[in-house]
């Protein structure tokens, strides 16, 4: 398993290289545009590998923000934002509050639609701040950066990659209404691949088949509510009318921190890589006592092995 890991990383480390590398021997460019919060934890084991093997990045974050703080190996440039850190800390408290809540699942739903509302217009005008910051925008393509580096949930570096013609790396661990499967055009038929929320195994009867059916159109409702914003700024600054989808389409990779052993297996593109394993990067070994009752629920009357 930790060579599992290790193995994976590895790949990811060379894929990412051989993207950065215009010729051998010769470090690349990185501008990375990371999402606040726990994906930024990842993301950042990834850009510190990234500056030992000789690459320069250049971490790009609102003033605003949780986790994103300046570190010794890369370059932070941050910008200003239309938001405050006290309302950001009160929206992280209320989601927080949510997820403890004990309430019929309808109040449930309308608060979080509520809640994610209130987040998304933090990511639109963290997104504006970012974009429409000429100073910065001309420095950013001043300075011939080789790949951009993002988690496409937050789909200002996707927009920004487009924006300024470098082509994107996409890390990300999954989008809940099937966005990545329009990106990388890939089959993804209601009958074989399970949906988020819906709990559905692999292999479906006939009637959870339909329940995966009626769960899209919420799961589109959700990312209607919370993308048109990005959709909107990438045709203002394209200046031609501009889809999520089209924006997505043109990641050269995506790197999924996902695995089969936790996500059901689904048809892939070549370009769709499973780095799973990597959020764990600063693991702890798991005590006695846990180990053993893993292996008991996992092997049961095994456990003398
Ligand atoms: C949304 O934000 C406003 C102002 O920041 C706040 O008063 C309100 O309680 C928030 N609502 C939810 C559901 O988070
Ligand atoms: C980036 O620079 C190139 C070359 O100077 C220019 O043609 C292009 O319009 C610039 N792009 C942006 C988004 O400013």
């Known amino acids: 398993m930790a060579l599992g890991l290790q193995l994976r990383r590895q790949v990811l480390a060379g894929l990412l290289l051989c993207l950065c590398v215009g010729r051998w021997a010769e470090a690349g460019k990185v501008l990375v545009v990371p999402m606040d919060g726990s994906p930024w934890l990842s993301m950042r084991e990834v850009v510190r590998e990234l500056h030992a093997r000789g690459h320069q990045a250049v971490v790009v974050a609102p003033e605003v923000n949780m986790h994103i703080k300046a570190e010794e190996f890369f370059t932070m440039k941050t910008y200003g ?3 405050t850190q006290d309302k950001l800390d009160s929206l992280m408290k209320t989601q927080v509050h949510l997820v403890f809540e004990k309430v019929h699942w309808v109040t449930l739903f309308l608060k979080t639609m509520a809640s994610l509302k209130n987040a998304s217009l933090l990511f639109e005008r963290s997104c504006e701040g970012l974009l429409y910051n000429k100073d910065l925008i001309r420095h950013l393509n001043a300075s011939s950066f080789d790949v951009v580096l993002t988690d496409p949930v937050h789909p200002c ?3 920004l990659a487009k924006y300024l013609s470098i082509p994107a790396v996409f890390f990300l ?4 209404c099937d966005l990545d499967v329009e990106g990388t055009a890939c089959p993804n038929p209601f009958s074989y691949v399970p949906r988020l929320l819906t709990m559905n195994p692999d292999r479906m009867t006939f009637f959870q088949r339909v329940k995966n059916m009626l769960y899209a159109p919420g799961l589109k409702y959700i990312c209607q509510v919370v993308y048109t914003p990005f959709a909107r700024m990438a045709s203002e600054l394209l200046q031609r009318e501009v889809s999520l989808g089209e924006i997505l389409a043109s990641g ?14 689904r048809p892939i593109m070549p370009n769709m890589v499973f780095i799973g394993g990597i959020n764990c990067a ?7 006592v846990c180990t053993a009752a893993v292996v008991q629920s996992v092997l049961p009357g095994e456990h003398n092995l």
Do not use: E
């Open 252 to 265: 050269s990779v995506w790197l999924f921190r996902g695995d089969p052993v936790m996500d059901y297996p």
């Open 173 to 176: 661990r999954q989008f809940p």
């Open 282 to 288: 600063n693991r702890k070994p798991l005590s006695q």
């Open 81 to 83: 934002i239309r938001y």
């Open 157 to 159: 570096g996707a927009v």
